[in-house]
Structures are given as structure tokens and as C-alpha cells.
């Protein structure tokens, strides 16, 4: 997967991400904030979808 953005995190956090991945089978930091990000956008996709449907429905405005 071709990258195109940079994100800039705190320190702090990135130390953080570093520990996490230390007892994972992650390859760096980069692939396990990939995959958070990744899982977070598909979820909050989902649900836009879902109130679309619902609003097409009528049962929200």
C-alpha cells in the first residue's frame, strides 16, 4: 500500500505505540497505527451508512 500522508503524533504517544508493538507481532509502530486508524474509519463508515438507511427509513431525521 502506497503512502501519501504523513500524521505527526506526540512524542509521548508514539512511545507508547513503540511499547504496545514490543509485544505484538507488529513489524513497527507505522503498521499497528495503520491498522487502528484503518478499523476506526471502516467502524465510524459503517455507521454513517447505517443512519443514512435509517433516515431513508424514517425512523431518525
Given at each position: 500500500m502506497p503512502l501519501s500522508k504523513k500524521i505527526r503524533i506526540p512524542n509521548e504517544l508514539y512511545k507508547k505505540?513503540?511499547?504496545v508493538v514490543?509485544?505484538?507481532?507488529y513489524a513497527?509502530?507505522?503498521e499497528f497505527v495503520l491498522e487502528i486508524i484503518e478499523k476506526e474509519v471502516d467502524q465510524r463508515l459503517n455507521e454513517?451508512?447505517?443512519k443514512k438507511q435509517l433516515?431513508?427509513?424514517g425512523y431518525i431525521e
Open positions: 505505540i513503540e511499547r514490543e509485544h505484538t507481532d513497527a509502530p507505522s454513517l451508512s447505517i433516515k431513508g427509513l
